[in-house]
């Protein structure tokens, strides 16, 4: 394999001042990076630069087949993605690039322990017209030069995968003309993960809490608990206890995985009112420190609260025409409120992804799990019903960007509300109403 010099040394420090340009590590990682050189909690870590991916893709020598993605046909594009994919999974990292790479490892868990989690970080993630939540990947609990390595590999690809491309496609983008860059940072083993925006659709700071990595809220798997403050001067306004059956926990020497929660946790609220306001008020210094308001990801452990992602943008809301709600005789059903908006149609049930072929267009779909792989088919639903999911999920802030009125955290909606049955999502409220009956017009 030929060796391809990189220049510029591809790993920074997340305290170098080359780590907050976000042409060279994106988004994701300038953004942790600046907060940290103001101050606030941030783990500890590394950016491996676009440059290394850049590298990589020339010497998987697949940067000529990634550059007709963009124009092919939709089937002649899903077969070059593979192609790239498979490219930069199967190629070794060059020498340079793997030297560099575990000589930061060894120094990061030399002083925080062997698990780190590996986060993707491109340069066209998280812009005002579109976000890629959940579309590329992260790995958390990684350890050792081997694991690592398999990590970055898999990082770069995912922008390759069927959702990404798909995503990517959809907007007018060309994956080809972007890069991934990395984040790798000390793991942080919490014992409650949430988000927060320091300004919802009502001036409110909203924060959203569930047990363990923050894995299990940003992929809907449970229905988080919802805080909504005051913000000046910081008071609470309300809370909303969710139901979290499972967490994500990453035991010492393991990856990544799933564990249930005690009977006496799952409706027990996750912080107090000390740590609630602690939150809050980190999310106003984010918002202070970037100057406009701000989404973030926070964990908290042993040694308090640690910020993992904050994008500084608002939050993004389409406009959409209002639908009128059914007449029914069913009381509506109560969740979270995600995507504000109306939206009317028959119901679509889905209860698993093998169920998805199952979707039309204008349907309202009901589902269990929002996670992110229900991306692929966002194009055709008017709105969506979840059984679990909260406001700062991966799929939440999809259904913002495509303006898709949505109700997460919906006990039981995918037995109580019929097949094909007509339903109006109440996207601002958190209603969600059935029946028989056909629409009022």
Known sequence: MAEFALGADPVLSLDALDARDRGRVGS???????????????????????????????????????????QASEHEARHLSRRVRLGLLETPLDTQTAERLYRAYDRLVSAHGPRVAVRSSALHEGSVSASYAGQLETLL?????????????????????????????????????????????????????????????????????????GAALAQGEVIPDRYALRREPLALESVEVGYKERRMVCP??????????????????????????????????????????????WALDTDGIHLLQVQARPTIIAPRRAARQVRSSH??????????????????????????????????????????????????????V????????????LARERGIPAVFGVRQATRQIPPSSRVSVDGTSGLVYFSEATLVE
């Open 28 to 70: 994701k990682a300038a953004g942790l990076a600046t907060l940290l050189a103001a101050g606030l909690p941030v783990p500890d870590g590394f950016c491996l630069s676009a440059d290394a991916y850049r590298a990589h893709l020339a010497a998987a020598g697949v940067e000529d087949v990634a550059r007709c993605v963009a």
């Open 141 to 213: 609990g990684v350890v050792g030069p081997d694991d690592l390595a398999i990590a970055v590999r898999a990082c770069w690809a995912s922008l390759w995968s069927a959702r990404a491309a798909q995503y990517s496609r959809e907007r007018g983008d060309d994956p080809s003309g972007t890069a991934v860059a990395l984040l790798v940072q000390r793991l942080i083993t919490a014992r409650v993960a949430g988000g927060g925006v320091s300004v919802d659709d009502n001036g409110q700071i909203a924060l959203t809490a569930a047990w363990g990595l």
């Open 252 to 297: 010492g020497g393991t990856g990544a995985r799933w564990q249930s929660v005690e009977p006496e946790s799952v409706s027990a609220l996750c912080l107090s009112e000390e740590e609630m306001f602690a939150i809050a008020r980190l999310v106003l210094n984010v918002e202070h420190c970037l100057g406009s308001p701000v989404e973030v990801e």
């Open 331 to 384: 009381p509506p059903l109560q969740g979270q409120p995600v995507a504000r908006g109306w939206a009317a149609g028959p119901a679509c049930v889905a209860r698993s992804e093998n169920e998805l072929d199952l979707v039309k267009l204008g349907d309202i779909l009901v589902t269990r799990v929002p996670g992110p792989s229900l991306s692929l088919i966002l194009g055709q639903v008017a709105g969506i």
């Open 386 to 397: 979840a059984e679990l999911g909260g406001s700062t999920s991966h799929l939440a802030a």
